[in-house]
């Protein structure tokens, strides 16, 4: 699969890096040379220097012959012509084009094939939204994804001493609560990944993911921790794209909201058009102004600003002062690894979740949802089943006689509205939406070859 990306931003980089190492032909645009020139020189990838919207840059980016173009320059304008230009002039099959603007997005009919002729819209401030709003609503989980639109949910936690299953067999998860239909899917201790079984018995400070229906989400959480109830009092800094989506979606939530911002032009207009969050002008990182605002007694304290020095260190300074929960936004990688140290209690990172959302319109075969775990080491796979007996590899089988890759494990089936158990005798059927989870994404390209169906479907 031919793959342009338009871009070398952070989203347009770690595209390429994730994408070249699944042995995809990329070609790179930027106008940075000596960034194009770095790139290419630690990447099996070819770069073009040039503005993506020209024609002439796209052809010689290969838009002929490109099976998707990914804009995702720092210009919705940019994106958008891009993406016009390749389907008229190259008539390229899939675009995807990154939007920041709310106005945009707020007119999707501008992006159609009499419009844009965009395929899909990636918003990274909505992405990164969501993900931290399921944070704040999961306390305790430092990952909440959604499957099967939202009926199945796989969750990352932190096993602590005082879990009740700690220290215990996960087969013993049943007993402990039999009406249960969850899964553990994958475990990872000390940066080591264990395939787990009924043996595996789960240590204080695992990485336990596990999969199941919305409603029984706490419960199982409820057996790795103890769990207190969710919050209401939450603490934002910086008041940009995504702090004050946050803000917006929480209050019309319920939540008690406080959002510190230091520009005064930028408070005074956010706080025109929210209603019922305070809006404080000043700097996060004044431990007195925290005081002041009594941090130690904050729920959640998210540091959002475009900055991961700045949204760290107030972060860690909320955590000192008493804050029961802090999320900082991260970029930088070196930065994210801090989590694992125990400094701080997550991070969300923009350029994964949004790298994430992307792969899930790269992958062949019926991709539904994508989702990177672990800074990327890891997927989280939903797939649609077609075909039938003489089409298909899985169809009219039990899972135990599907040879999955190394490292691979099914997580749950949702058919016909009901969440089905990955028990071994579990036979798929087409149109059964399939969730797996991958410690390994090397072998992604052998899951898509597994679901894919022959040329004798139609």
């Known amino acids: 699969m031919k793959i342009i990306i338009l871009g070398a931003g952070q989203v347009g980089t770690s595209a390429a890096e994730m994408l070249a190492v699944d042995n995809y032909e990329i070609t790179l645009v930027d106008t940075k040379a000596e960034h194009l020139r770095a790139l290419q020189d630690r990447l099996d990838i070819r770069t073009v220097v040039g503005s993506a919207s020209y ?10 012959d490109a099976d998707v173009v990914l804009a995702v320059t720092d210009r919705d304008e940019i994106n958008m012509a891009a993406c016009r230009i390749c389907r008229t002039m190259f008539n390229t099959p ?5 939007i920041r603007s709310r106005d945009y997005l707020r007119t999707p009919e501008i992006f159609g094939d009499n419009g844009f002729s965009v395929d899909v819209r990636i918003s990274p401030e909505s992405i990164v939204t969501e993900r931290i709003s399921r944070m704040i609503e999961h306390p305790g989980a430092i990952q909440v994804l959604d499957f099967a639109d939202g009926e199945i949910q796989l969750v990352g936690i932190r096993a602590f001493h005082d879990g009740p299953l700690v220290g215990q067999r996960l087969k013993e998860l049943r007993q402990h ?9 994958a475990v990872f201790r000390q940066e080591r990944s264990i395939i787990p079984s ?24 409820s057996e790795l921790r103890q769990l207190g109830k969710s919050g209401s009092k939450i603490m934002l800094v910086g008041a940009g794209n995504i702090g004050f989506r946050l803000a917006l979606f929480l209050e019309n939530k319920g939540y008690v909201v406080k959002l510190i911002e230091r520009d005064p ?14 809006v404080l002008v000043g700097d996060a990182a004044d431990d007195e102004l925290l005081r002041q605002e009594n941090v130690d007694t904050v729920d959640v304290f998210c540091s959002l600003t475009d900055n991961d020095e700045v949204n760290i ?3 860690m300074l909320a955590k000192r002062m008493g804050a029961k929960r802090v999320i900082p936004l991260v970029n930088r990688t070196a930065y994210i690894d801090l989590m694992d140290e125990g400094l701080l209690d997550m991070t969300i990172s923009p350029r994964v979740e949004t790298v994430g ?9 019926d991709m539904v949802s994508v989702h990177s775990l672990r800074r990327g080491a890891a997927e989280a796979i939903e797939v649609i089943v077609h075909g039938d007996g003489r089409t298909s590899q899985v169809v009219g089988k039990a899972l135990r006689e599907i040879h999955l890759p190394p490292g691979a494990a099914f997580g749950a089936v949702y058919r016909d509205e009901e969440v089905l158990t990955a028990r071994a005798d579990l036979v798929l059927e087409s149109e059964d939406h399939v969730i797996l989870f991958l410690i390994d994404k090397q072998y992604i390209r052998d899951v898509e070859k597994l679901f894919q169906v022959s040329a004798l479907f139609i």
Not at 55 to 64: E, N, R, W
Not at 207 to 218: D, W
Not at 265 to 278: C, F, G, H, M, Y
Not at 357 to 365: E, K, P, Q
């Open 94 to 98: 899939t675009t995807i084009a990154r």
């Open 198 to 221: 009924g043996d595996t018995i789960i240590e204080p400070d695992d990485e336990v993911f596990f999969i199941a229906p919305r409603s029984q989400i706490r419960p199982v959480m």
């Open 55 to 64: 024609p002439s840059i796209l052809q010689q980016a290969g838009a002929d």
């Open 357 to 365: 959302v992307l792969l899930t319109h790269v992958r062949r075969g």
């Open 313 to 315: 260190l107030s972060a």
């Open 265 to 278: 032009k930028r408070a005074a207009l956010v706080s025109e058009e929210l209603q019922e969050t305070i």
């Open 177 to 185: 609560i039999p009406d249960i239909n969850a899964r553990v899917a």
